[in-house]
């Protein structure tokens, strides 16, 4: 995501009601969505683009949470250097982090995929979470790879060869991420 620089103080005349303020809404970090909005906000250029909002436009709302712009660096680690629409979104319920990526065609997605090659099916829960297949669902085939990347953070990656996009969902949980890849994941 775009850099953000946040400072804050907070003062009040209760120390105990200033601590349990701070506890009860910003002990765990900062609310997510505000610091979303005020990213968003300042970017350059303003988020969404036209081409950006056509791409959350094919988001199921249930998944289309606290999404931005990834920064260039994290799109070229995911994708590498071919021309993307790119959008990060997350938290989502059982998935913290899910990138999409749309590709000019087929043949770049397909190219930035990097699939392991015929293997277990994901929706079947692989015991080693581990798995590369090609997939149809809702009207739309691909391809979804299932694995844990070299941080031991399971991940899926899927193509839609209806839309040309990308997405990569990391962490989390290999039944309730296939739960959620089938039920609101998109793209639609």
Not at 87 to 92: E, F, H, S
Not at 106 to 120: D, L, S
Not at 131 to 147: I, S
Request: glycine residues 8%.
């Amino acid at each position: 995501m775009e850099p953000l620089l946040v400072t804050a103080q907070a003062t009040g005349p209760d120390s105990t009601k200033l601590t349990n303020w701070w506890d009860h809404y910003f002990g765990h970090g900062p609310p997510t969505e505000r610091l979303i909005q005020a990213a968003d906000a300042r970017a350059t250029p303003p988020f969404p683009t036209i081409a950006e909002r056509a791409l959350l436009d094919r988001i199921p709302e249930p998944s289309r949470i606290d999404c931005s712009r990834p920064s260039q660096d994290q799109i070229e680690q995911n994708v590498g250097k071919a021309p993307v629409v790119a959008i990060a979104c997350g938290p989502i319920p059982d998935v913290p982090i899910v990138f999409r990526y749309q590709f000019n065609d087929a043949a770049a997605m397909n190219a930035a995929y990097q699939g392991t090659g015929p293997g277990p099916d994901c929706t079947t829960l692989p015991a080693n979470s581990a798995g590369d297949a090609p997939y149809t669902k809702n009207g739309d085939t691909g391809h979804l790879r299932c694995n844990i990347n070299t941080g031991g953070k399971l991940f899926l990656i899927w193509t839609s060869d209806r839309t040309n996009v990308l997405t990569m969902a990391f962490g989390g949980d290999l039944a309730k991420m296939i739960d959620w890849w089938r039920t609101q994941a998109g793209p639609n």
